[in-house]
């Protein structure tokens, strides 16, 4: 199997502006294609912004797995050749919506769904319906797994993603300055369990604080293929396999 270029990005979503965001995603997408990436990994609720009470307030917030507002990312995955792993509101059979990452692949079609498993305590559990099934898909004959931000800190959703034949596991997150992850967790899976790590963040201001950026990728190892850094907006690259 050839090595894949991967590309983890970050930039500041704006608060409830859903076609602003998708814009900013279409863009980086489209310039991390040309860069070589195949997949291109975001932050936690980067369709939106993390706010969860304006998510709670406004239903339009609310998206479908087909929903037309996606298009620019849809075209710009065609455009690449290059998969996106977006995250936001997305709406599930109950009364709230999962906190949701949505694949879409390099021919724009919807390559998998996963919905959070482990919601963190306070407002996600008050805003979204946690998922009940690891998230997975094939591309290239490469297997990922997906998980989001508080997922992360159970290392049993990595353990099984390493068990179940995947090599690179995709980490949406809402990382704030300072947070520990970066050191003791993101790493840390990436070397117990033989994985390729790709961490998705934010810049700017959001609910739970500051994002911290640094959006990047361990190797098996453990150690430190890529980093973003604290500040710019962008994607950084790596090659796995």
Request: with cysteine; net charge negative; proline share 6%.
């Amino acid at each position: 199997m050839d090595p894949m270029m991967l590309a983890a990005a970050q930039f500041a979503p704006l608060a409830g502006d859903i076609e602003a965001n998708v814009r900013t995603i279409a863009g980086l997408v489209r310039e991390a294609g040309a860069a070589g990436a195949r997949v291109v990994v975001f932050a936690e609720l980067s369709l939106t912004g993390y706010d969860t009470a304006l998510i709670r307030e406004d239903p339009a917030l609310v998206l479908t797995e087909d929903d037309p507002r996606l298009e620019p990312v849809r075209e710009a995955c065609r455009t690449a050749g290059a998969a996106a792993v977006v995250n936001g509101p997305v709406r599930s059979g109950g009364s709230r919506p999962g906190l949701t990452t949505l694949v879409i692949g390099p021919d724009g079609s919807l390559l998998t769904r996963y919905d959070k498993r482990h919601l963190f305590h306070g407002p996600e559990q008050t805003t979204f319906t946690a998922g009940t099934a690891d998230g997975r898909f094939e591309l290239d004959g490469l297997r990922f797994a997906l998980a989001t931000c508080y997922d992360n800190r159970f290392a049993e959703l990595a353990e099984r993603a390493a068990a179940d034949g995947c090599r690179v596991y995709l980490a949406s997150s809402m990382l704030e300055a300072g947070n520990d992850s970066f050191e003791t967790v993101y790493p840390v899976r990436a070397r117990e369990f033989g994985l390729y790590v790709a961490l998705g963040n934010a810049l700017g201001p959001s609910e739970v604080g500051e994002g911290g950026g640094m959006a990047g990728i361990w190797g098996p190892d453990g150690g430190r293929l890529a980093d973003a850094g604290p500040e710019k907006p962008g994607f950084v690259l790596a090659e796995v396999g």
